[in-house]
């Protein structure tokens, strides 16, 4: 069973920076996405990496964040810059083996294993 852990979630103003972390033993076998859900509204995907490294990104962050991978460590991050506050969310962090990830963002399918979440508040 794969442990998902995240991390570095909290409170910035708007225009500042997060950096997200996601942790698991042989994480570097997975693709890995970044889902966020703010209240009231569905859980969306933000961004995925391949095993290999090939990326993808939602419309509404693309050139703001960039996701990333050490496999030396085991672990996903997510840098995100310019900070909205609409970017407002629990994020989570979800892998798929590689068979069934498919590098899109409108589905959940194959991601079998999630995180328990990270907060993430955009405030002034």
């Known amino acids: 069973q794969l442990q998902l852990v995240e991390s570095g979630g909290g409170l910035v103003q708007p225009g500042g920076s997060l950096r997200l972390s996601c942790a698991a033993s042989n994480l570097g076998y997975y693709g890995i996405g970044w889902f966020r859900q703010a209240p009231g509204k569905e859980r969306e995907g933000v961004s995925c990496i391949s095993p290999s490294g090939i990326t993808s990104y939602a419309a509404s962050v693309k050139g703001r964040f960039t996701i990333s991978r050490d496999n030396a460590k085991n672990t996903v991050y997510l840098l995100m810059n310019n900070l909205k506050p609409e970017d407002t969310a629990i994020y989570y962090c979800?892998?798929?083996?590689?068979?069934?990830?498919?590098?899109?963002?409108?589905?959940?399918?194959?991601?079998?294993?999630w995180g328990q979440g990270t907060q993430v508040t955009v405030s002034a």
């Open positions: 979800a892998a798929a083996h590689p068979y069934y990830y498919s590098g899109k963002l409108n589905a959940e399918t194959g991601y079998d294993y």
